[in-house]
T-cell receptor, first 109, second 117 residues
Framework: RKEVEQDPGPFNVPEGATVAFNCTYS??????FFWYRQDCRKEPKLLMS???SGNEDGRFTAQLNRASQYISLLIRDSKLSDSATYLC??????????FGAGTQVVVTP | GAVVSQHPSRVICKSGTSVKIECRSL??????MFWYRQFPKQSLMLMAT?????????EQGVEKDKFLINHASLTLSTLTVTSAHPEDSSFYIC?????????????FGPGTRLLVL
């Protein structure tokens, strides 16, 4: 079983709409959680960290549910430039990152 | 933010040759660098953790004699794929972490696409 599992999508989203997706992690000892964004044939870039209390960065809202071991990301007012693959990441106490395979989001005009 | 470079960005080689990939932190000292591999439509898989001045720590299933890692300075780590075969064709990405940055902020290099014919 993969340590971090995500729905691969694609999620086809009309421009301006809201899209939400989540991932689950299997290692209950995971310490930190993040969402990274990866564009086609590029390296991942940190989008935001995820906290139990929930956190927001502009149009992006992330939430962590430790009891159920899932992490969510919500994107409001989707832009064409939001089209990418979103990687769910869990970090252990040593800083080692476990990546999910990614959820593809396609924002259409 | 911090900048990490990789060279080359892409390489095509014949089966049996060795390929060296360089990862450099350009504006900070990286005591720890990580090497990942990503196959199409799959997640990044950590291959090894490279610490400056010591031997790399390899993940289970990664052959240390095939993927040679050297972290000779605080700004440079190299990955050498020895006797490359077509199944080694992949996207190799390094990341760097330094104590003076938040631990969760691993800065990724732009990646190296390796194609072995």
């Amino acid at each position: 079983r993969k340590e971090v599992e995500q729905d691969p999508g694609p999620f086809n989203v009309p421009e301006g709409a809201t899209v939400a997706f989540n991932c689950t992690y299997s290692n209950s000892a995971s310490q930190s959680f993040f969402w990274y964004r990866q564009d086609c044939r590029k390296e991942p870039k940190l989008l935001m960290s995820v906290y139990s209390s929930g956190n927001e960065d502009g149009r992006f809202t992330a939430q962590l549910n430790r009891a159920s071991q899932y992490i969510s990301l919500l994107i409001r007012d989707s832009k064409l430039s939001d089209s990418a693959t979103y990687l769910c990441v869990a970090s252990d106490s040593w800083g080692k990152l476990q990546f999910g395979a990614g959820t593809q989001v396609v924002v259409t005009p | 933010g911090a900048v990490v470079s990789q060279h080359p960005s892409r390489v095509i080689c014949k089966s049996g040759t060795s390929v060296k990939i360089e990862c450099r932190s350009l504006d900070f000292q990286a005591t720890t660098m990580f090497w990942y591999r990503q196959f199409p439509k799959q997640s990044l898989m950590l291959m090894a953790t490279s610490n400056e001045g010591s031997k790399a720590t390899y993940e289970q299933g990664v052959e240390k004699d095939k993927f040679l890692i050297n972290h000779a300075s605080l700004t440079l780590s190299t990955l050498t794929v020895t006797s490359a075969h077509p199944e080694d064709s992949s996207f190799y990405i390094c990341s760097a972490w330094a104590p003076q940055t938040p631990q969760e902020t691993q800065y990724f290099g732009p990646g190296t696409r390796l194609l072995v014919l």
